[in-house]
C-alpha cells in the first residue's frame, strides 16, 4: 500500500468558516508535510512532522493550523482565510532519510480549496 | 539557494516520438533527485528517484539520469503514449540539515502527445 489519501476532494469555504482537510497513510512513514500547489505552478512547501512533532513551518499565515494526531494522521485546521488561499493543497508522507532510506515522497490526490 | 529549472515549459510530440526532458539545479550538495507526474487538478505520482551516488534509473519506458558535477538530470520516455501527456516535475532534496528537509521542485515541463 503506497497510498495517502486526503479528504475532501474539494471544499468551499467563506472568509469566516472554519474547516479541516484530512490527510492519512498507513505506509509507516514517520514524516508527514503539507503543500500548497497554485495554478501551472510548482508545489510549495508549508509545514512538516516528524515523528508527530512539527519540525519546519515555512512562515505560513496563522490561519493555517497543522495537527498531527497520530503517525498516520496529518490535519490542516483553516479558519479566516482569503480569497488567494485557493489553491490545490497536498499532503505527502515519507520514511526519513537515514539507516538507508531514501526519504522518497508518496503524494495525495489533493483538496482542491476555494475560498468565497 | 538551491534553485531548479526545467526546460522546456512545454513539449507537443506526435505519438511514438522518443524524447528528453531536462531538470538543472544550482547546488549540487544534493541527497537524491526525484521525478514526478501530475495529471491535471490531481496529485503528483512519484516516477523515478536517483540518489546522488547513482548515475541512472529505469522503470519500464522511462529512464532518468543524473550528473551531479553539473548539476542536471535528465527524464527519457522512450516510444511516448498519449496517456504520458501531463506535467512533470523534479525535485532536489539537499545534502544537508535534518532528515527531512524539504524538496525544492522544479518549474515542471507540461507534455503533449498527439494521437
Known amino acids: 500500500d503506497t497510498e495517502v489519501t486526503q479528504t475532501p476532494k474539494h471544499l468551499v469555504m467563506g472568509m469566516t468558516n472554519k474547516k479541516s482537510l484530512k490527510c492519512e497513510q498507513h505506509?509507516?512513514?514517520?514524516?508527514m508535510y503539507w503543500y500548497k500547489q497554485k495554478a501551472k505552478k510548482p508545489p510549495e512547501l508549508m509545514f512538516v512532522?516528524?515523528?508527530?512533532?512539527?519540525?519546519i513551518n515555512e512562515s505560513v499565515p496563522s490561519r493555517f493550523s497543522p495537527e498531527c494526531p497520530n503517525s498516520s494522521l496529518l490535519n490542516l485546521h483553516l479558519h479566516a482565510l482569503q480569497p488567494e488561499d485557493s489553491a490545490l493543497y497536498l499532503c505527502?508522507?515519507?520514511?526519513?532519510?537515514?539507516?538507508?532510506?531514501?526519504?522518497?515522497?508518496?503524494f495525495g490526490e489533493g483538496s482542491r480549496l476555494t475560498v468565497l | 539557494k538551491q534553485e531548479v529549472t526545467q526546460i522546456p515549459a512545454a513539449l507537443s510530440v506526435p505519438e511514438g516520438e522518443n524524447l528528453v526532458l531536462n531538470c538543472s539545479f544550482t547546488?549540487?550538495?544534493?541527497?537524491?533527485l526525484q521525478w514526478f507526474r501530475q495529471d491535471p487538478g490531481k496529485g503528483l505520482t512519484s516516477l523515478l528517484l536517483?540518489?546522488?551516488?547513482?548515475r541512472e534509473q529505469t522503470s519500464g519506458r522511462l529512464n532518468a539520469s543524473l550528473d551531479k558535477s553539473s548539476g542536471r538530470s535528465t527524464l527519457y520516455i522512450a516510444a511516448s503514449q498519449p496517456g504520458d501527456s501531463a506535467t512533470y516535475l523534479c525535485?532536489?532534496?539537499?545534502?544537508?540539515?535534518?532528515?527531512?528537509?524539504?524538496?525544492?521542485f522544479g518549474t515542471g515541463t507540461l507534455l503533449a502527445v498527439q494521437p
Open positions: 525535485a532536489v532534496r539537499r545534502n544537508y540539515g535534518g532528515a527531512t528537509n524539504k524538496l525544492i
Open positions: 547546488d549540487s550538495a544534493i541527497y537524491n
Open positions: 536517483i540518489q546522488s551516488s547513482q
Open positions: 512532522y516528524s515523528y508527530e512533532k512539527l519540525s
Open positions: 505506509m509507516g512513514h514517520r514524516a
Open positions: 505527502a508522507s515519507s520514511h526519513h532519510r537515514d539507516r538507508g532510506r531514501t526519504g522518497e515522497l508518496f
